[in-house]
C-alpha cells in the first residue's frame, strides 16, 4: 500500500519568505511540527479546484515512492491561500543557477566540483528513465537543479506531467515575460509541440552543460523569444568557441563533444542518461577526492569572503542568506523590518562591464535567517552582442563527429576554471588569508581568535577524530555553534577538511566560540606549539 502523501496547511507554516522562480513562486517557511526549514513551489498562479488537488495528490503519491540520492525528496503537499504547491527540503546553497550566473558570490567554479554536479545530474535522471515506466522531467533547467551544503546536486519538479503542460501552455501564451526564455532549454521536437519524451531530457542535460561551463545563458543575443525559439528549431545551438567554453578547461574536448550529442537535433543520435552517466563518471574519476574536497572547502570560504566583503562598513553584525531567496515577505506586519542599502564590493569577474554598479539591499526581519538580497535583475545574464552559435542541419549525423582541439587561447582570455586547486586567492579583509599563520597587527582584545590564526597549522597537524567530535559536542552544547554550521563541517569528507571548517566558523563565530576551542586545544597532549602561543599573548 503506497504511503500517504502528508498535506500542509498554512497553519503549519511560520516565518514565510517569498521568491519568485522560473515558472511561478516559491515560499521558504518554517514547519513548526517537524521542525525544520521547507520549500514550497507553488505550482499555479490561479486558485485550484478539487480536480486538480486529486491529480497532484496522486503525482505526488508516485514521485515518493522514489528513492535516490540525487533527487530532491518530496515532503508533502500544500493548500496554501487556495493555491496549491509541493513541499520539499529546503536546501541551504539554493539552485545550480545561482553558482553559475552570480559572479559575485561565486567568482570561480573549480571544475572538478562543475563536472561532479553533471555527474549527480545524470545520475539522477539514468535512475528517472530506468524505472518502468520511466518516469521524465519535463523541464530540467539549471533553477531545478539545487544544491546542498556539500555542493552536492539533487534534481527537483520531476514527475509532475499534468502541471508540466499547464505551465508550458501558459508560458508558451506569455513570452513577453523574461522567464520564459527558460523554454530554450526544452528540445526542438517539444516546442514543435511533440511529446515528452527521454530524449528530450537529454536535450535537456546537454544545454545545461554548456550554461554550467559557460556561465552564460544561451542565445541571449536573440532579440526576441520568438526568433530564439525558431532559431532552435532550424537546428541553432550555443557557441562552443574559446570565448564560451575555455581552452584552459580540463577534458574540454570530450565534455564538448558530450554537449553535440546531447543537443541533436535528431531524438535517435541522443546518447542514453546512463550513458551520459557512464561517461562523466570516467572524467570525474581523474580527479583526486581530496581535490573535489577543496574545491568544496574554497567555494565555501569564497562565498563567505564575498558575502562579508558586500556588508561593506556596516557597523553591526547581519547575519545574511543569499541562496534561494530574491525577496522578503514578513509574516507579521507588526514587526517593524530595517531596510539597509549597500554597495557590494567588486570581485574579480571574467566578463561583465566594469562601469556597472548593483545595489543591494538586505531586508531584516526578527531572524537571521529571514535576511535575503534583492538581486538586480541586470545580474541575470550577460549583456552584449549576440554570441556566435553553430547551426545543425535539420536531419545532419553528428555522432561521429569530433571536436577539434584548441591549441592556443584567445589573447586576454582568462579561464573560468582554474588548472591548479591550490590556496585560493581570497580577499584581503578574511581573517585567514595571511601567509604562513603570520598575525597582521596586534592580537588586541581578541586574543583567542589570534590563537588559532597563528596555530591553525598545528592545529591541522594535531587534530583527531575523537578530538574533534569532542570539540563540537562541546560548542553544540554550550550553545555557541548554529546547527546549520555544525551540519557544514560534518558534510566534509576528510579529517583535515572538517578541521579547516570548524577553524574557519569559530572565528566567524567570534571570541567566545574561540575561546572554548582554545581551551579544549590546550588541553591536549598534542598541541603543545598551542599552548606557548597561548602563554605569549597573555603575556
Given at each position: 500500500?503506497?504511503?500517504?502523501?502528508?498535506?500542509?496547511?498554512?497553519?503549519?507554516?511560520?516565518?514565510?519568505?517569498?521568491?519568485?522562480?522560473?515558472?511561478?513562486?516559491s515560499l521558504k517557511a518554517f514547519?513548526?511540527?517537524?521542525?525544520?526549514?521547507?520549500?514550497?513551489?507553488?505550482?499555479?498562479?490561479?486558485?485550484?479546484?478539487?480536480?486538480?488537488?486529486?491529480?497532484?495528490?496522486?503525482?505526488?503519491?508516485?514521485?515518493?515512492?522514489?528513492?535516490?540520492?540525487?533527487?530532491?525528496?518530496?515532503?508533502?503537499?500544500?493548500?496554501?491561500?487556495?493555491?496549491?504547491?509541493?513541499?520539499?527540503?529546503?536546501?541551504?546553497?539554493g539552485s545550480l543557477c545561482l553558482?553559475?550566473?552570480?559572479?559575485?558570490?561565486?567568482?570561480?567554479?573549480?571544475?572538478?566540483?562543475?563536472?561532479?554536479?553533471?555527474?549527480?545530474?545524470?545520475?539522477?535522471?539514468?535512475?528517472?528513465?530506468?524505472?518502468?515506466?520511466?518516469?521524465?522531467?519535463?523541464?530540467?533547467?539549471?533553477?531545478?537543479?539545487?544544491?546542498?551544503?556539500?555542493?552536492?546536486?539533487?534534481?527537483?519538479?520531476?514527475?509532475?506531467?499534468?502541471?508540466?503542460?499547464?505551465?508550458?501552455?501558459?508560458?508558451?501564451?506569455?513570452?513577453?515575460?523574461?522567464?520564459?526564455?527558460?523554454?530554450?532549454?526544452?528540445?526542438?521536437?517539444?516546442?514543435?509541440?511533440?511529446?515528452?519524451?527521454?530524449?528530450?531530457?537529454?536535450?535537456?542535460?546537454?544545454?545545461?552543460?554548456?550554461?554550467?561551463?559557460?556561465?552564460?545563458?544561451?542565445?541571449?543575443?536573440?532579440?526576441?523569444?520568438?526568433?530564439?525559439?525558431?532559431?532552435?528549431?532550424?537546428?541553432?545551438?550555443?557557441?562552443?568557441?574559446?570565448?564560451?567554453?575555455?581552452?584552459?578547461?580540463?577534458?574540454?574536448?570530450?565534455?564538448?563533444?558530450?554537449?553535440?550529442?546531447?543537443?541533436?537535433?535528431?531524438?535517435?543520435?541522443?546518447?542514453?542518461?546512463?550513458?551520459?552517466?557512464?561517461?562523466?563518471?570516467?572524467?570525474?574519476?581523474?580527479?583526486?577526492?581530496?581535490?573535489?574536497?577543496?574545491?568544496?572547502?574554497?567555494?565555501?570560504?569564497?562565498?563567505?569572503?564575498?558575502?562579508?566583503?558586500?556588508?561593506?562598513?556596516?557597523?553591526?553584525?547581519?547575519?545574511?542568506?543569499?541562496?534561494?531567496?530574491?525577496?522578503?515577505?514578513?509574516?507579521?506586519?507588526?514587526?517593524?523590518?530595517?531596510?539597509?542599502?549597500?554597495?557590494?564590493?567588486?570581485?574579480?569577474?571574467?566578463?561583465?562591464?566594469?562601469?556597472?554598479?548593483?545595489?543591494?539591499?538586505?531586508?531584516?526581519?526578527?531572524?537571521?535567517?529571514?535576511?535575503?538580497?534583492?538581486?538586480?535583475?541586470?545580474?541575470?545574464?550577460?549583456?552584449?552582442?549576440?554570441?556566435?552559435?553553430?547551426?545543425?542541419?535539420?536531419?545532419?549525423?553528428?555522432?561521429?563527429?569530433?571536436?577539434?582541439?584548441?591549441?592556443?587561447?584567445?589573447?586576454?582570455?582568462?579561464?573560468?576554471?582554474?588548472?591548479?586547486?591550490?590556496?585560493?586567492?581570497?580577499?584581503?579583509?578574511?581573517?585567514?588569508?595571511?601567509?604562513?599563520?603570520?598575525?597582521?597587527?596586534?592580537?588586541?582584545?581578541?586574543?583567542?581568535?589570534?590563537?588559532?590564526?597563528?596555530?591553525?597549522?598545528?592545529?591541522?597537524?594535531?587534530?583527531?577524530?575523537?578530538?574533534?567530535?569532542?570539540?563540537?559536542?562541546?560548542?553544540?552544547?554550550?550553545?555557541?555553534?548554529?546547527?546549520?554550521?555544525?551540519?557544514?563541517?560534518?558534510?566534509?569528507?576528510?579529517?583535515?577538511?572538517?578541521?579547516?571548517?570548524?577553524?574557519?566558523?569559530?572565528?566567524?563565530?567570534?571570541?567566545?566560540?574561540?575561546?572554548?576551542?582554545?581551551?579544549?586545544?590546550?588541553?591536549?597532549?598534542?598541541?603543545?606549539?598551542?599552548?606557548r602561543l597561548q602563554v605569549n599573548?597573555?603575556?
Amino acid at each position: 500500500m503506497a504511503k500517504l502523501v502528508p498535506i500542509i496547511s498554512q497553519k503549519d507554516l511560520e516565518n514565510i519568505s517569498l521568491s519568485q522562480t522560473g515558472f511561478g513562486i516559491s515560499l521558504k517557511a518554517f514547519h513548526m511540527a517537524w521542525r525544520t526549514d521547507v520549500s514550497v513551489k507553488l505550482l499555479s498562479n490561479q486558485r485550484a479546484g478539487e480536480r486538480d488537488f486529486k491529480a497532484l495528490l496522486q503525482e505526488a503519491t508516485n514521485i515518493q515512492r522514489l528513492q535516490c540520492n540525487h533527487l530532491l525528496p518530496l515532503l508533502g503537499i500544500c493548500q496554501f491561500q487556495g493555491f496549491l504547491g509541493v513541499a520539499t527540503t529546503w536546501m541551504h546553497n539554493g539552485s545550480l543557477c545561482l553558482l553559475i550566473h552570480d559572479r559575485e558570490l561565486y567568482p570561480e567554479l573549480p571544475v572538478p566540483l562543475a563536472i561532479r554536479i553533471l555527474s549527480d545530474v545524470a545520475n539522477g535522471l539514468s535512475y528517472l528513465h530506468s524505472l518502468e515506466p520511466p518516469v521524465l522531467h519535463h523541464n530540467l533547467k539549471p533553477s531545478n537543479v539545487l544544491l546542498d551544503l556539500e555542493y552536492r546536486a539533487k534534481i527537483s519538479d520531476f514527475g509532475q506531467p499534468t502541471w508540466r503542460k499547464q505551465q508550458l501552455r501558459a508560458a508558451l501564451e506569455n513570452c513577453s515575460n523574461s522567464s520564459c526564455w527558460d523554454l530554450l532549454c526544452l528540445s526542438p521536437e517539444m516546442l514543435q509541440g511533440g511529446p515528452f519524451s527521454p530524449e528530450g531530457d537529454v536535450y535537456s542535460f546537454g544545454m545545461m552543460c554548456w550554461e554550467l561551463l559557460s556561465r552564460q545563458k544561451p542565445l541571449t543575443g536573440k532579440k526576441t523569444l520568438l526568433q530564439a525559439v525558431t532559431g532552435v528549431c532550424n537546428g541553432l545551438r550555443p557557441g562552443i568557441e574559446p570565448a564560451f567554453i575555455p581552452n584552459g578547461l580540463s577534458h574540454r574536448n570530450r565534455l564538448v563533444r558530450l554537449m553535440l550529442l546531447c543537443w541533436h537535433q535528431e531524438p535517435h543520435c541522443r546518447p542514453s542518461t546512463a550513458e551520459c552517466a557512464a561517461f562523466l563518471k570516467d572524467i570525474l574519476d581523474t580527479f583526486p577526492k581530496e581535490r573535489i574536497s577543496d574545491a568544496v572547502y574554497n567555494l565555501i570560504h569564497a562565498k563567505e569572503c564575498a558575502i562579508n566583503a558586500a556588508k561593506g562598513p556596516v557597523s553591526h553584525h547581519l547575519e545574511t542568506g543569499r541562496r534561494n531567496l530574491e525577496i522578503f515577505c514578513p509574516q507579521n506586519n507588526n514587526v517593524p523590518n530595517k531596510e539597509i542599502v549597500l554597495k557590494p564590493q567588486s570581485l574579480s569577474c571574467e566578463t561583465g562591464s566594469p562601469g556597472n554598479k548593483v545595489n543591494q539591499t538586505i531586508l531584516v526581519s526578527k531572524t537571521p535567517q529571514q535576511a535575503a538580497f534583492k538581486r538586480d535583475p541586470s545580474m541575470g545574464a550577460s549583456s552584449g552582442s549576440s554570441p556566435p552559435s553553430i547551426v545543425l542541419p535539420p536531419h545532419s549525423k553528428m555522432s561521429n563527429n569530433k571536436t577539434r582541439p584548441c591549441s592556443n587561447e584567445s589573447k586576454g582570455h582568462q579561464p573560468l576554471f582554474p588548472q591548479k586547486m591550490g590556496e585560493p586567492d581570497y580577499p584581503k579583509n578574511c581573517p585567514d588569508s595571511w601567509p604562513n599563520g603570520t598575525l597582521i597587527g596586534p592580537p588586541s582584545k581578541e586574543k583567542n581568535c589570534s590563537i588559532l590564526t597563528l596555530g591553525r597549522e598545528a592545529i591541522l597537524s594535531s587534530m583527531t577524530e575523537g578530538r574533534l567530535n569532542h570539540l563540537l559536542d562541546v560548542l553544540r552544547a554550550q550553545q555557541l555553534l548554529p546547527r546549520a554550521d555544525y551540519e557544514m563541517i560534518a558534510s566534509y569528507p576528510t579529517l583535515t577538511g572538517r578541521t579547516r571548517a570548524l577553524i574557519d566558523t569559530c572565528l566567524s563565530l567570534g571570541e567566545n566560540a574561540a575561546e572554548t576551542v582554545v581551551t579544549i586545544l590546550s588541553s591536549s597532549k598534542g598541541c603543545l606549539l598551542l599552548r606557548r602561543l597561548q602563554v605569549n599573548l597573555v603575556n
